[in-house]
């Protein structure tokens, strides 16, 4: 097995290989305005130190949000097309359960992301496998978070969540290793926007004058 394992929900444009048994070599460059140009880098960059080809890859697992639409989009497209054009299968994660995983927390708690706009997606968890309830998109001060609270979100937001928790964006290796291990609900590689992009085509022509 060799499953590849990204991200590109987040700030974070993250890279992993996975043999099957641990993480071999992963990759991550936290730049909100550059995951386009970062991305297949970051896949050469993995492959590379792990002396592996991309034919050798058997899976490949990828972040499907709730994130930005730009930076999403980045990521499923590039998936969608490896997992075609290498035939093997594309394993979509949400993004949220990726940081819920490596949550630095005990007992319940909140994963929280940058939706721009000041508002957060976010989600409940009763501990790190266990989602129970989101994902959402709300203003902080809309997200009922008594505990901790996980993710970029929390570090936007201090007033609205005073307890922060690690770790800030996810990370592929962590998303490679859930894959894997069967510990994480998979999702086909469909985005999770919630909400309509913010760039839209027009609906009528101007007239000229």
């Known amino acids: 097995m060799l499953l590849l394992a990204f991200d590109t929900a987040?700030?974070?444009?993250?890279?992993?290989?996975?043999?099957?048994e641990t993480v071999v070599a992963e990759h991550t460059v936290v730049d909100a305005m550059r995951h386009g140009e970062l991305l297949a880098p970051g896949i050469a960059n993995v492959l590379e130190r792990a002396g592996a080809d991309r034919t050798q890859l058997t899976d490949i697992a990828?972040?499907?949000g709730p994130g930005p639409f730009t930076g999403l989009r980045v990521g499923l497209v590039t998936a969608r097309t490896l997992g075609e054009v290498l035939g093997?299968?594309?394993?979509?994660?949400?993004?949220?359960?990726v940081?819920?995983?490596?949550?630095?927390v005990d007992g319940p708690f909140v994963?929280?992301?940058?939706?721009?706009?000041?508002?957060?997606?976010?989600?409940?968890?009763?501990?790190?496998?266990?989602?129970?309830?989101?994902p959402h998109v709300a203003r902080p001060a809309d997200v009922e978070a008594p505990g901790a609270v996980v993710?970029?979100?929390?570090?936007?937001?201090?007033?609205?969540?005073p307890k922060?928790?690690?770790?800030?964006?996810?990370s592929a290796a962590v998303l490679?290793?859930?894959?894997?291990?069967?510990?994480?609900?998979?999702?086909?590689?469909d985005p999770l926007y919630l909400r309509r992009p913010d760039a839209v085509a027009a609906t009528a022509r101007k007239k000229v004058l």
Do not use: M
């Open 10 to 20: 987040t700030p974070a444009v993250t890279v992993a290989l996975h043999d099957g």
């Open 62 to 64: 990828v972040g499907v």
């Open 88 to 97: 093997i299968p594309v394993h979509g994660v949400c993004s949220l359960d």
């Open 99 to 104: 940081l819920a995983a490596e949550a630095d």
């Open 111 to 134: 994963v929280a992301t940058d939706a721009r706009r000041k508002e957060v997606y976010w989600a409940a968890y009763a501990d790190r496998r266990t989602r129970t309830s989101g």
């Open 151 to 161: 993710g970029r979100g929390a570090v936007l937001y201090p007033d609205a969540f």
């Open 164 to 170: 922060p928790a690690a770790p800030e964006n996810p």
């Open 176 to 189: 490679a290793e859930q894959v894997v291990r069967g510990h994480v609900e998979v999702l086909p590689p």
